[in-house]
């Protein structure tokens, strides 16, 4: 064979091998310098501690973790959440939201809604389907496709729930079988619909049960927390809000403006939800609204769920983490406050799901009653969810 085809061919093979090295290994790559954990003082935890945290019916309203090329069901030394995790952390409860577009940098300031997206480059690496590079509905399909398959492949570990009657079910089911893990399905932002309302029942029909409205980019239905327009909600919004409650979605006003924020207040027929947050009054950042807002949603019967990083707590430690849900209890009561971690959404966090444990033995040490970290760990989550959930 001529010299120059022999040097062809091995080009051709590195190219190849290059390629698969890259799809392969650089998803998993960018998962690990994108959703941290950090070193951090973690309480010693207590024989009170491993009884009540064994009692729990835990729950958390805000993961990304579907966005990752990760097999959930295997145990990773890396990111904050896998099935295996979840069971050793004891969470029966799990939303998963779906994220569709996100700024470079992810700057809480001001996000031009013409700024570079990272959920395209992030589709592209991971081979995501064609369909999903110009179409953020299908983005959110996409990953909910993955939690699905979970849920078909393994239903003595996974259970979607999408009802009232699905929930009262699992909750039986978990009794006999306490590592079953009821996931829920979400939207981080509704820029999922495409501008579209037909797409609201279209997620409806595969599993969504909770929309937020808005995430770092203002969109069709109004301003987001980290825009340039700092608009209340359109007329589009009202329609979509309308759409979605009269589904049985519910509405996350996480991201929004408090423009938008009080706008759904004063329209809404269902309480809220704010799925992941910290408060202002606790940790002036620009990721978190208004004490006083808190206390409006608080008021129409809404819940809060509190964050473990820094742009929600400001200092992401377990102690901080327990501190502002003591300074949620005391501002809104603690009936309305849950957790929202935001695991696996490019955060960095004082410990993963399977360790848990250590926000209730910092709940304990802060002099929280059994009751309270019941209601916080996950009770309140599993009213709102009987409440709120579809017939
Ligand atoms: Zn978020």
């Not at 309270?372 to 989550?381: A, H, P, R, W």
Request: with cysteine; aromatic share 8%; hydrophobic share 40%.
């Amino acid at each position: 064979m001529p010299f120059k085809k022999v040097s062809l061919k091995i080009t051709a093979c590195l190219v190849i091998l290059f390629a698969i090295g890259f799809f392969v290994f650089f998803p998993a790559y960018l998962d690990k310098q994108t959703n941290l954990l950090h070193d951090s003082h973690l309480p010693v935890i207590s024989a009170q501690a491993r009884t009540l945290h064994a009692q729990l019916i835990i729950g958390d309203w805000h993961s990304d973790t579907l966005l990752w090329k990760r097999d959930l069901m295997d145990k990773h030394d890396y990111g904050h959440m896998d099935i295996p995790r979840l069971q050793q952390g004891n969470v029966a409860l799990q939303m998963l939201t779906t994220v569709t577009k996100s700024p470079d940098g992810i700057n809480y300031e001001e996000n031009s809604t013409d700024a570079s997206d990272n959920i395209t480059k992030l589709a592209l690496v991971s081979l995501w389907p064609a369909k999903t590079w110009d179409s953020l509905a299908e983005r959110a399909l996409f990953q909910a496709g993955k939690a699905l398959e979970l849920v078909n492949e393994f239903p003595q570990h996974v259970s979607l729930i999408t009802s009232k009657s699905e929930l009262a079910r699992f909750i039986l089911e978990r009794k006999a079988n306490p590592q079953l893990l009821g996931l829920l399905l979400g939207t981080e932002g509704s820029h999922a619909l495409d501008g579209d309302l037909n797409n609201i029942q279209r997620l409806f029909d595969s599993g969504f049960r909770m929309m937020s409205l808005q995430h770092f980019f203002d969109n069709k239905l109004g301003g987001s927390l980290h825009g340039e327009s700092g608009e209340g909600l359109t007329t589009f919004g009202r329609e979509a809000i309308q759409k979605m409650q009269s589904l049985g979605i519910m509405v996350d006003v996480s991201h929004s403006t408090e423009q938008v924020v009080k706008d759904v207040l004063a329209m809404s027929n269902q309480p809220l939800l704010v799925s992941h947050t910290g408060f202002y009054g606790h940790c002036p950042s620009p990721r978190n609204i208004s004490d006083d807002l808190m206390q409006q949603i608080a008021a129409n019967d809404g819940l809060i769920a509190v964050g473990y990083w820094d742009g929600a707590v400001c200092e992401p430690n377990v102690i901080e983490i327990a501190k502002a849900i003591k300074y949620g209890i005391e501002l809104v009561g603690s009936e309305h406050i849950a957790l929202g971690s935001d695991y696996d959404g490019a955060t960095s966090v004082p410990f993963d799901t399977s360790e848990l444990i250590y926000l209730t033995q910092a709940l304990l040490d802060l002099g929280l009653s059994e009751l309270q970290i019941k209601q916080v760990m996950g009770g309140n989550m599993l009213r709102y969810l009987q409440l709120h959930l579809p017939g």
